[in-house]
């Protein structure tokens, strides 16, 4: 799967993404970084590609559900500092980050990449 993930996203979840064979761009520390989000979509767009970003959304989501740092973390049987550090953009693993967005109700698809075979 072809894959953008902003600055956000932590870089153990980039190279987790490239061990499991996604093509992964990884906008952290390129011109895109801090690009706006209608921008950064257009390019997904282009690219087509899927985008993965927290972006802060964790936070407004847990916010919109009236839910606690504490509580999310209780839900998701994560820390309060892995929560905290997740919605500050700071690494946290594959497991956590997937751990919240079920707490959250997040859906996420991931995919396996397609294998072509070329004929030898």
Known sequence: ??????????????????????NVMDIRGTDLEGTDDKELWKIVLKEKRL???????????????????????????????????????INCTMATFLKVCYALGIKVDIEPPKITHNAA
């Open 1 to 22: 799967m072809r894959i953008i993930v902003d600055e956000n996203i932590p870089l153990m979840t980039a190279n987790e993404l490239r061990s499991l064979g996604h």
């Open 51 to 89: 985008l993965i970003t927290t972006d802060k959304g964790f936070v407004r989501n847990r916010h919109e559900k009236c839910l606690s740092q504490r509580e999310v973390a209780k839900r998701a049987k994560i820390t309060h500092q892995q929560l905290s550090r997740l919605e500050n953009g």
